[in-house]
């Protein structure tokens, strides 16, 4: 696809003012740029998903009816990052994962996958994909040459539908308490429960109070959904960065006083 041609795209999508019109756009970039399957896929805080794209109607269903929201290693890596993810350089390792491969491999989905994660206002998170059916080198060249294509497709895509579905958009986030910090910093940082647990000097089930409170202010599916939320919102520094923010490490301020409530 040439700089004249995705010029021509974005323009197109500008104009677009309906989903069955972003629709036609997504099977021509599939087309376009010669791979089995383009799609664009957000999921709510509340485990809803919204998309359009060139999958099977019956795999989308398939995937729906099944949950693999919670067991998709695409879905769990982009969550932890914030570049685009290649599917070969993802944990593929649990049985779930295999087989959920294997069963998207069957309708058609492609061995090969290249998903870009999106972070829009109050955490957000989107993704846009592009699969193949084709050999690893083949595929390596490919998204060598058309990454800063998908990247700015991906950021216009996605303008476009916050545009047309102002109604899913999240909330603004709410504050985190000093030890939902924390926990979360922690977690973020590779610790287990029980190793974050000694770390704070809590029962694992108060951290489990903690967590869970944490996640449903951030509005978040899962730990590691709230995880990458609350970085993206910069309510947690995660690395050797987090060493020198102001007001201890790793959270904002050390909270020696007995929590009446550990959701609070």
Not at 60 to 65: K, N, P, S
Not at 84 to 105: G, T
Not at 167 to 190: C, I, K
Not at 241 to 259: I, L, M, N, T, Y
Request: hydrophobic share 40%; glycine share 8%.
């Amino acid at each position: 696809m040439t700089v004249l041609e995705i010029d021509t795209f974005l323009r197109a999508l500008e104009q677009a003012d309906a989903l069955d019109k972003i629709q036609d756009l997504i099977v021509g970039l599939r087309d376009a740029f010669e791979v089995d399957h383009v799609v664009y896929h957000w999921v709510s805080a509340d485990g809803e998903q919204y998309g359009f794209g060139t999958y099977d109607p019956a795999w989308a269903q398939r995937y729906q009816d099944q949950e693999y929201l919670r067991v998709d290693p695409v879905i769990i890596g982009c969550f932890q990052r914030f570049h685009p993810v290649d599917w070969n350089r993802l944990d593929w390792s649990s049985k779930a994962a295999r087989e959920f491969r294997k069963e998207a491999i069957e309708y058609g989905v492609g061995n090969q996958g290249y998903s870009i994660p999106i972070r829009g206002p109050n955490g957000q998170l989107a993704l846009f994909t592009a699969s193949h059916s084709t050999d690893d080198e083949t595929w390596a060249d490919f998204t060598a040459k058309h990454q800063r294509d998908w990247i700015l497709i991906a950021h216009y895509l996605n303008q476009k539908a916050l545009q047309l579905e102002k109604g899913r958009a999240p909330d603004p986030v709410r504050a985190l308490s000093p030890r939902e910090t924390d926990a979360l910093t922690y977690l973020g940082m590779g610790y287990s429960r029980g190793q974050v647990a000694d770390l704070l000097k809590i029962s694992e089930h108060t951290l489990r109070a903690y967590i869970e409170s944490a996640r449903f202010k951030l509005g978040a599916l899962n730990t590691t959904h709230a995880v990458a939320r609350a970085t993206s919102e910069g309510l947690i520094i995660i690395g050797g960065a987090a060493r020198a923010a102001s007001g201890g490490w790793p959270g904002r301020e050390e909270d020696d006083k007995p929590h009446k409530s550990a959701a609070s």
